[in-house]
């Protein structure tokens, strides 16, 4: 007996948008487009009639914003919601701050079609819906000064680095534990799914909240204390050590798990320019096995290595295969993953 398909509404203004998405997403077995919308109010009382599995959402309708429709949604009748948004700097925010109000994740309307909608809907339907009132309460920051010593007042060595990644509820992750995270820190490297453009809106948005440095990465950044890089959207991350120091490298060769930037590449650059006796990696919420493969490949060579566990994952498929290889040494709830991250890697003892 075949499993039961994902059912899905489409809410967007734009008839041919709609009809393309639902012909589109009708070639799937799996997923069933039951029904769709051109506004909230429209939406509304069809997400009653049909109870969807998954609600695909666009951002700028007339009659009510997608915004404020989904607070409402996630209020009365909390589901899992993927902002469906063309890019302007302007919607890169409101995307930010959907995935804040419970949405689970953000795909670009030239993304609609094909393997990246499927999957983020595949993704959706097994999801943990994160409500609002759960997420940590976050204030920006101003950056204090980078010290000169380490946490005990001894230099920090240069080749300590921080290496996180995730996928699908990643952006409020990593924002649970950045924001947890002091400025005497390690550079850290940030490999999160996220369609193009939208990822500068994201790192912008972490460092406002952060207590040190937050930017997009670009090709030939030095990775020191104090500062994170997030992989850009569309350009695979990696790392290359000059003789002194870490560089960031970026590139747009073929995807990886159908993903750029990915997991994989950032971990597996790291164990090759001899950065892992000296890293700490995090593999957070995310569909999938973009990750694990590198993550085991750090522990192998001596990194200390986590995974977030099943019960705070928003989606627990990449946590769940780096677990299943035994790449993680330790399995932790979001919330204790920022005090490992904050132990210097050197003094711990025995390499934990």
């Known amino acids: 007996m075949n ?5 899905v509404v489409i809410v967007d203004d734009d008839a041919l948008v709609r009809k393309v998405v639902a012909g589109d997403l009708r070639r799937h077995p799996d997923i069933k487009v039951v029904g769709a919308a ?17 609600v695909t959402l666009d ?40 995935l804040e109000a419970g949405a689970v994740s953000v795909i670009s309307k030239g ?9 983020a809907i595949r993704a959706a339907a097994q999801s943990r819906v994160v409500l609002p009132a759960l997420a940590p309460a976050t204030t920006p920051q101003a950056h ?30 990593l924002k649970t534990v950045l924001t947890s995270l002091g400025d005497d820190l390690p550079g850290i490297c940030i490999v999160q799914h996220i369609p193009a453009r939208f990822s500068t809106a994201f790192a912008n948005r972490l460092n406002q909240l952060c207590a040190f440095e937050v930017r997009e990465a670009q090709d030939g950044d030095l990775i020191e204390r104090g500062l994170a ?19 960031a490298a970026l590139g747009q060769g073929p995807k990886v798990h159908h993903q750029r930037p990915a997991v994989d590449l950032l971990f597996q650059s790291a164990v090759r320019c001899g950065a892992a ?40 498929g990449m946590p769940r ?19 490992l991250l904050a132990r210097p890697v050197l003094a711990a003892a025995a390499r934990l």
């Open 3 to 7: 499993p039961k398909p994902i059912t």
């Open 38 to 54: 051109a506004d909230p109010y429209a939406a509304r009382d069809l997400i009653l009639e049909v109870q969807p599995d998954v």
């Open 59 to 98: 951002l700028s309708m007339p009659r009510m914003d997608g915004l404020t429709f989904l607070k409402i949604l996630m209020k009365h009748r909390p589901m899992p919601v993927i902002i469906m948004s063309s890019y302007t700097e302007a919607n890169s925010v409101l995307a930010l701050e959907a």
């Open 111 to 119: 993304e609609m079609t094909g393997a990246v909608l499927v999957e």
């Open 144 to 173: 204090a000064p980078r010290a000169a010593e380490s946490r005990n007042g001894h230099s920090l060595p240069e080749r300590e680095i921080i290496l996180l990644g995730a996928s699908t509820g990643g952006t409020e992750a």
């Open 229 to 247: 890089l997030v992989a850009p959207g569309g350009y695979h991350l990696t790392l290359k050590w000059n003789g002194n120091r870490y560089l």
């Open 277 to 316: 006796p000296y890293a700490t990696a995090a593999l957070l919420t995310g569909m999938g096995a973009d990750g694990a493969a590198g993550l085991l490949q750090l522990r192998q060579d001596g990194a200390r290595t986590i995974a977030q566990d099943e019960a705070t994952c928003v989606v627990f």
């Open 321 to 339: 295969e780096a677990i299943r290889l035994d790449a993680a040494q330790h399995i932790l709830p979001l919330r204790k993953i920022a005090p």
